[in-house]
């Protein structure tokens, strides 16, 4: 029964954060905008830096991609589906572009900077997708 109201409890709690990060990236992206997913894998011995990630390297990040990174957002790990279930990824960052070219492009001329920076926050090497927003 306790059980029972942790994962109901839990349910709730995601279903509200997905909820309130749906309505904030609906109103700042669009259709058709390219999203850049870094995802961080958690696995026994890796370690990963939170307050160096968001305080230091993603302002790094945006800072280097200039204008044409509209839009960035970071993910922390809380939880697994159930509560004896590890968190699947420590963190996982969202960096928005209107067009993919507007991401080669600014990425491209400063990619040793910005993965040069990685070993200062984890030692997780990430997995990049990018994606089409479609709604």
């Known amino acids: 029964m306790k059980t029972n109201i ?6 709730v709690v995601v279903l509200l954060a997905s909820c309130k990060q749906t309505k904030m990236e609906s109103s700042t992206t669009k259709e058709g905008m390219v999203k850049v997913t870094i995802l961080y894998p958690n696995s026994e011995g890796k370690t990963f830096d939170m307050d160096y990630y ?17 839009l960035y957002t970071i993910d922390k790990g809380i939880s697994g589906r159930t509560p004896d279930e590890p968190i699947p990824y420590l963190a996982i960052g ?6 993919l070219s507007a991401y080669q492009n600014s990425f491209g001329p400063n990619a040793e900077k910005i993965v040069g920076d990685i070993p200062n926050y ?10 089409e927003v479609l709604q």
């Open 6 to 11: 942790i994962l109901l409890v839990l349910g």
């Open 54 to 70: 968001s305080n230091k390297h993603m302002p790094m990040v945006a800072r280097v991609l200039g204008d044409s990174l509209k």
């Open 94 to 99: 969202y960096l928005y572009f209107d067009k």
């Open 122 to 131: 984890t030692n997780i090497q990430p997995v990049v997708q990018i994606s």
